[in-house]
């Protein structure tokens, strides 16, 4: 069974420096991520069914297992990426993990 990182970024106070330091700095940090799979972000914006969006992005990184996620964050990887969030995500940032299954 797979696991998944789910990370929903609030309104950054300042979009493009909110882009440039998440596509610029974060993402080439989270990718040396001991075990990640996969890693994907949502493009353009995001629509929410009631009108305002809650996210302006959305990033989900795959792995093996939910032991696997603890130990990628724990790692000193997983620090440095952890320790970036505040640089960036002025409106927030909301972080969940769970398992994933295949239907």
């Known amino acids: 069974m797979a696991a998944q990182l789910l990370a929903?970024?609030?309104?950054?106070?300042?979009?493009?420096a909110f882009e440039q330091h998440y596509h610029g700095t974060h993402i080439p940090l989270a990718k040396r991520l001991?075990?990640?799979?996969?890693?994907?972000?949502s493009k353009g914006?995001?629509?929410a069914g009631d009108g305002k969006p809650p996210y302006f992005l959305v990033?989900?990184?795959e792995f093996d297992s939910m032991e696997a996620i603890g130990a990628?964050?724990?790692s000193p990887e997983?620090?440095?990426a952890v320790a970036d969030v505040p640089n960036f995500a002025t409106g927030g940032?909301?972080?969940v993990t769970y398992e994933t299954e295949r239907v």
Do not use: H, K, M, N
């Open 59 to 61: 990033a989900v990184l």
């Open 78 to 80: 997983g620090q440095a």
């Open 34 to 41: 001991p075990g990640l799979r996969s890693y994907s972000v």
């Open 93 to 95: 940032a909301t972080i």
């Open 8 to 16: 929903l970024y609030g309104a950054p106070a300042d979009p493009t």
């Open 72 to 74: 990628a964050v724990a």
């Open 45 to 47: 914006p995001i629509s």
